[in-house]
DNA sequence: CTAAGTCTAGACGCGAGGTCTAAACAACGT
DNA sequence: ACGTTGTTTAGACCTCGCGTCTAGACTTAG
């Protein structure tokens, strides 16, 4: 795969909201020539298939993600306060790439056979998160006994809840569903005691 | 499509191990033809399509699924509860069905666009939370304020847990994974001793 | 024994992915 | 101005796999 630059570096994300509408297979060459107005021709220049473009378009959201997610998790705050920051992060990532998000997850099978995706997908999200866990238990801001399982339920968890609102394209507020989300997370469905006193 | 029976229905199952590793693009229909025995043009006498195979072994899926939770749904005890037996009955079906799961959820995006199917996988989990949810709020057992939003993020939270578990090839323990679920879905992350003077 | 329905083999058309050739075009140093 | 190198494009081509079709074999019922 050579270097993309320039104009077809420019017009490729117009492709994104083809793969969103008809998925990786469901998309033909001839879809993306139309969308993103490169020939065929150039497009196998600079890759060698399909599947490299969308790779090519998800790895750089995916970078993205993980240069804020490596940020948040280094910050030097209680680990609960990073956990919904990164929340807050992942759903802005929905907000502002309703498209690639939306193939990331529904071709999720697809894309997790092309390692490098497979790869980053778990880096992104999945891993910091479980350090998080760790470094709450320490430092007494949360608790938790199975570290990589309550990782992988929060970040379904959030991950459902963008996807939800995509597929059904509601907009996605990001301040306002992080919030929700990091309540669920801290505190549970449990009635507050106060209120069944009451 | 014609109704599917003996021998052809008998061997059809062993199409689902297949389909989840190569995804349902990824297979051939020859690949069908090797699992399961069954000539292509007999595979085309009773389906019109790859995809009508593979709508036909998920449905009987998800039918048994609803049947489960619908019973649940039905029983007379506080909705916190019915709750539990739920997610405890999805985790079931990842442990009894691995390969049809992982086609399911691996492919969410080929599947959500068979209208049957994306019907199904809704109605199957979705709906029957978000019921549950109101009623916890009527009965006191629960406490919420977004229910679509939460109902999203249990079955996302339950879901990947699964998943996570059947692509790492690690066994799915229902009773435990089901009580570690539901304690988080609960109780939340909040240490307990601040939770008590809270 | 016929008739209807079930099952199977093998050949075919076709669409889409990806390769190849060759030509047009741009940028560059000499 | 001129060759050189790399970029971009058109169009023909090959291959593979889906789904169709014809026709025949086998099974069961009347």
Redesign the pocket.
Known sequence: M?EVT???AAALPKAAAVFAARGLDG????DIVDATG??R??L??YF????EILAWLLRSLLSDLAVDVAYIVGRDEPARDRLGAIIAAYLQLFADHRDLCAVLLTDLGRITRIPVLADATWAAFHEPVRKLLDDGEHDGSLCGTDDDLTASAIYGAVTMVGLHHILTGKPVDPPAMSQRLDHLILHGLTPAPERTIR
Chains 1, 2 share one sequence.
């Open positions: 050579r320039g104009s077809v998309t033909r060459m001839e490169v020939p021709p150039t196998y220049y060698s298939s399909k599947e």
